[in-house]
């Protein structure tokens, strides 16, 4: 029986790009701070394959410490942007738990874990990084753009233990808000929670906090790869 999108609270407002031909793998793409799951939806149907959906879901407003405690959409409390920044705990358990909700979603709807894929921009590629490494499942990937790894130093105990994860990690050499030495210092961790095999780690010369078309070229290319048509 298939699930019912209301009580997958983000699953109800999500924007979702649907496959052009019987969907057999689900991407689910998470925005950035202050961003929609319109932001990156055009993008992402540029470089959609005929059998994958893509979900991309909008983070709720939420008052932000980084930004004068202003209202806007975030997955969870940023206090700072420097490895050593205080986090948002128990905001970013929660968030994770409301990503699991969706793949724990489609999997009832027959989509087989390791056909699920995790992505997302910024404080986006951040909750998909901690979501997919604390996941019960082992998913197909993750494509992490311009991001970094929440609750750091909790790994590798907090994760679930799955070392075969593919994960595609790119930065912009020029991105101002996360540096792209923070993007680096993440890569290294991540070796030691994965194995280092799974992970590439891309820059971008001249790329600021954004991203570039020779970026999601290389994101189509590791969808193609880990999401296969079958």
């Excluded at 050593?84 to 705990?89: A, G, L, R």
């Excluded at 994770?96 to 874990?113: F, L, M, R």
């Excluded at 020029?174 to 540096?179: E, F, L, R, T, V």
Aim: with cysteine.
């Amino acid at each position: 029986m298939c699930g019912n999108n209301m009580s997958v609270p983000l699953l109800a407002e999500a924007v979702t790009v649907s496959g052009k031909e019987k969907e057999t793998a689900v991407v689910i793409f998470l925005h950035g701070l202050g961003d929609s799951g319109h932001g990156w939806a055009d993008s992402l149907t540029e470089i959609q394959l005929p059998h994958v959906k893509f979900i991309c879901p909008h983070a709720p407003p939420i008052p932000v410490t980084l930004n004068m405690k202003s209202m806007m959409p975030a997955w969870f409390d940023l206090m700072g942007l420097s490895p050593d920044c205080p986090e948002d705990e128990c905001g970013i358990k929660k968030a994770a738990d409301s990503i699991k909700a969706i793949i724990e979603h489609e999997v009832k709807n027959g989509i087989p874990p390791h056909r699920i894929m995790l992505g997302g921009f910024s404080q986006g590629g951040a909750l998909s990084l901690y979501t997919a490494l604390t996941c019960q499942h082992q998913l197909a990937g993750v494509v992490a753009l311009s991001c970094w790894l929440p609750l750091h130093r909790s790994f590798p105990m907090a994760s679930s233990g799955h070392k075969n994860i593919p994960i595609l990690h790119c930065h912009g050499e020029m991105d101002a808000m996360i540096p792209v030495q923070f993007g680096a210092m993440t890569a290294e961790k991540l070796k030691g929670i994965v194995n280092p095999q799974m992970i590439t780690f891309k820059t971008y010369p001249g790329l600021s906090h954004s991203s570039c078309p020779q970026e999601m070229a290389t994101v189509k290319d590791f969808i193609e790869k880990y999401l296969p048509r079958i």
